[in-house]
């Protein structure tokens, strides 16, 4: 009898796991800077061959960070993958909100004021959106938009740039 192998799934596609790991290696080092230097304020971008950290910070400090952030990951320390100010939290945030405040002003009204007297509940669903993102985001975070299971990734490189006064640091990876 022939052995049944299940189909990937979207998220375990090579190229999409690898952006997966790489969103994970990126808020590991934003969660080591952030210990490291105070008051820091970061933006970072995963891509499919490394990272991309926003913002006046030591290039050896970011090399350091991403090491430590690979280690404590490779270590099991899952919660590393997860960040508080991912930009994931925000879209769930956004989508939950739009959609509680879409079904609360409904589809069939009988004109402009019915659904200027649905605006309290509308705004109401809203918030009850952006109050569930916040555990939601960070579910989401740790199924679908990171891979804290980094496998063989590694760190091949850091680079800095200038682009219009901003520094960028490009942590390039493979693996």
Known sequence: ?????????????????RVRRNHALEHATMHVLSERYRGLRLVGRASLWGFYIY????????????QEGLRRLKAGQ????IHPQCGSNLAVAGTLAGVGAFLALGRKSKGCLERIARLPLACAAATLGIILA???GAAFQ????????????RIVGV?????AGIVVH??????
């Open 55 to 66: 913002g006046d910070v030591p290039t050896e400090g970011v090399l350091a960070a991403a």
């Open 1 to 17: 009898m022939e052995k049944a192998y299940p189909l990937p799934t979207l998220l375990n596609l090579p190229f999409i796991s």
């Open 78 to 81: 899952w919660q590393m993958a």
């Open 170 to 175: 490009h942590v390039r990876t493979e693996g």
């Open 134 to 136: 916040r555990p939601l």
């Open 159 to 163: 680079t800095r740039e200038e682009r």
């Open 142 to 153: 740790a199924r679908v938009t990171t891979q804290a299971d980094v496998g063989s990734l």
